[in-house]
């Protein structure tokens, strides 16, 4: 499976970007999808993901996030996208989509969001 991430850039303070991550193949499969971000200097950390099972749909946020960021999935073009909104510099990481699925996880390569102040 290769992911492919894109819609990273420069974007003011405050302003919104969204993260699209295409999959090689149907994401349908896919129980976790979700945006993780490595700051320079810092570990890679959850963003946010999306899961599904029986029982829904369920969406996950770091605390930093919320209420600024969504998740979403559309299964029919194989992507999974990070909406962003009102964009803090704390926010400028490279930012990574990871699918997951029997125990196994694939990662795509990182997009660069940089939010200037």
């Known amino acids: 499976v290769q992911l492919q991430a894109s819609g990273g850039g420069l974007v003011q303070t405050g302003g919104s970007l969204r993260l699209s991550c295409t999959a090689s193949?149907?994401?349908?499969?896919?129980?976790?999808l979700g945006w993780y971000r490595q700051a320079p200097g810092k570990q890679r950390e959850l963003v946010a993901t999306?899961?599904?099972?029986?029982?829904?749909?369920?969406?996950n946020y770091v605390d930093s996030v919320k209420g600024r960021f969504i998740i979403f999935r559309d299964n029919a073009k194989n992507a999974v996208y990070l909406q962003m909104n009102s964009l803090k510099p704390e926010d400028t990481a490279v930012y990574y989509c990871?699918?997951?699925?029997?125990?196994?996880?694939?990662w795509g390569q990182g997009t660069l969001v940089t939010v200037s102040s």
């Open positions: 990871k699918a997951g699925r029997d125990g196994l996880d694939y």
């Open positions: 193949e149907s994401i349908f499969s896919f129980n976790l």
């Open positions: 999306v899961t599904s099972g029986t029982s829904g749909v369920y969406r």
